[in-house]
């Protein structure tokens, strides 16, 4: 993963060209708009598809920036699935743009009430060398745009993902779409650094050479449970976009589909193991279900009993992965801590083993494979502890965004 850190002409930018009116809600941040500003200038795209324009302040953004480097050479295509702003009906989508410019600027086409699984028919071949994508974020909506960014955009492009860390910046969304698409994605990827450890919430992913190859990194997500279940008609445009790629993977998409794969943020079908903490100590703190809520493991002193969560009794239930979205050291932390995720069948045996050390604060995502085709429990154990050379164990803990299977 590679990590832009905001450039000088970024800021300067931003200051004269980022706007957001009053009443626009869900709209890019400053952050986001640097984020953008030094891929698109990097990248200096001809012809840029945006899914998601409401109040119309990443259009206007994005407007100005491919005007302050294409000159009249670059376009814009914005979509929304609806033609009113979502927030207040009275006003329409995309309003801020003419309220901004005082008319649509030339190098913008705003296409209205066109959801993002019709784009390609409305859009008809290969039209665009770069997409961002902000509009609905429960999974597995991000994906499902994804699959349309792919039948229009040329291989090999970036794909900017906004809100890639909604649910842990903001709580009360708890819509993983986009940190799902953006963190399990197999192939390049880029985020932001921003000063004072601030987490970014924006990302891209670059498209493989091959579309074959995107729907099959598509696929892999859509294999997480989904939030939200999807029409039938949405499930048959997204067939329809796939299987002018590939029969195969468009039947593979059916059988995903099919499994109604619909439970919350998390993996309901796996909870009904026992949880388990041995080593337990006065700061860990498990409240609720790891599979729903976050969970703190502080690691006990040199000599005694590390600190173990185990989820005993699992069935995998076609699963592939048992995954940790985001765990994180306390800034705290004096020394290393040591992080260790096995995987162990129902006789004990240790099917899969990991050990990360956290050496900075910076969250990070983790996943252990699941043994596939066997309807046997298995048992996963997490256990943190310091390494031996560890004097104090003051801040010695991680804590843990809900754990979820894909
Ligand atoms: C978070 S807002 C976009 C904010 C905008 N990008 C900005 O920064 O100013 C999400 C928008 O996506 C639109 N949307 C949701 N689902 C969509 C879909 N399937 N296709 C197209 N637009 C969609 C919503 O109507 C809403 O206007």
Redesign the pocket.
């Known amino acids: 993963m590679d990590a832009l850190p905001i450039s000088a002409a970024a800021k300067e930018f931003i200051a004269q060209n980022y706007k ?1 009116p009053d009443w ?1 809600t ?3 941040s400053p952050f ?1 708009a640097s984020f953008l500003y030094d891929l698109i200038t990097r990248e200096r795209p001809k012809s840029l598809l ?10 206007a ?1 994005l407007s100005s920036l491919i005007e302050s480097y294409g000159r009249g050479k670059s376009h814009l295509h914005s ?4 033609p009113y ?2 927030a207040k009906h009275d006003i329409e ?1 995309g309003a ?1 743009v003419k309220e901004r410019f005082g008319k649509l600027p030339s190098n913008l086409t705003l296409n209205l009430g ?4 019709d ?1 390609p028919s409305v859009v008809r071949g290969q039209k665009f060398d770069f997409a ?1 994508v ?4 429960d999974h597995p ?1 991000p994906t ?2 994804l699959l349309s960014v792919i039948e229009t955009t040329a291989p090999g492009s970036w794909v900017a993902l ?2 890639i860390n909604l649910p842990f910046l903001s709580k009360q969304f708890p819509c993983y779409g986009p940190h799902y698409l953006y963190e399990g994605w197999p192939g390049d990827k880029v985020t932001q650094i921003i000063d004072g450890g601030i987490r970014p919430n924006i990302g891209a992913i670059r498209l493989f050479s091959t579309k074959e190859e995107s729907i099959r990194a598509a696929l892999d997500c859509l294999a997480i449970r989904w939030q939200k279940m999807l029409k039938a008609e ?1 499930v048959t445009a997204a067939e329809s976009i796939i299987r002018r790629t590939s029969e195969a993977l468009a039947d593979d998409f059916l059988a995903v589909a099919a499994r109604r794969n619909v439970g919350g943020a998390n993996n309901l079908a796996m909870q009904g193991g026992d949880i388990r903490l041995t080593g337990f100590n006065a700061w860990s703190r498990l409240e609720g279900s790891p599979w729903l809520k976050p969970f703190v493991l502080h690691a006990n002193p040199v000599g005694n009993v590390a600190t173990t969560l185990s989820f005993e009794g699992l069935q995998p239930d076609g699963h592939r992965r048992v995954v940790f979205p985001a765990v994180k050291r306390c800034s705290e932390a004096s020394d290393d801590i040591l992080l260790k995720i096995v995987v162990r069948g129902a006789n004990g045996d240790v099917l899969e083993s990991k050990s990360v050390v956290f050496q900075d604060d910076q969250p990070k995502m983790l996943a252990a494979a699941l043994p596939t085709g066997s309807a046997e429990p298995i048992c996963v154990d997490v256990t943190v502890s310091v390494p031996d050379s560890a004097t104090k164990i003051r801040g010695a803990w991680l804590h843990f965004d809900p754990v979820y299977c894909s």
């Open positions: 957001k626009a869900g709209a890019i986001d945006e899914i998601g324009v409401a109040s119309g302040t990443s259009t953004f979509y929304d699935a609806l702003f979502y989508c801020f066109v959801s993002s699984q784009i961002f902000d509009a609905n974020h909506w499902i745009d906004h809100d949405v």
